[in-house]
């Protein structure tokens, strides 16, 4: 059996992170020479708690919007199956601090959140009963009240 290709989220010392935070998870630069870089959102401390899975989907609805109203040349934003935060990619080498603002003002967003969901129906989503505004409400308000900050990549030690 030959080796599994690596994953940098594997690499990370998830015990030495301090959630809320933004982290710049990797850059690739593609065969025609543009970056696409990958930021980790984390709204949770990793092994201490986890998003309910209605509420983390709710927070992939309203933040997938919300984060492009505020940075441009988004690719993808995503939840961790981890349910601690989300996954974003970008094109080209946006700054940490530049995210870092961008995610609390759709942390803001999300937090007022008053109206119907985006994207909530048959037609449009995958599992469209599973949704819970309220709590993906408090999740943003709580990453809000806890600080956000810019986490540097702290690889762990596998000596
Ligand atoms: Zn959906």
Known sequence: MGAMANVESFDLDH???NAPYVRLAG???TPHG??????????LQPNAGAIEPAAIHTLEHLLAGYLRDHLS?????????????MYMA?????DEQGILKAFEAALQDTAAHDRPIPGVSELECGNFRDHDLAAARKHAQDALDGGLKVQKTILLDRS
């Open 15 to 17: 015990t030495k992170v």
């Open 27 to 29: 850059v690739k630069t």
């Open 73 to 85: 040349d988004i690719v993808d934003v995503s939840p961790m199956g981890c349910r601690t935060g």
């Open 34 to 43: 543009d970056s696409i870089s990958k930021y980790d959102l984390r709204l």
């Open 90 to 94: 970008v094109i080209g080498e946006p």
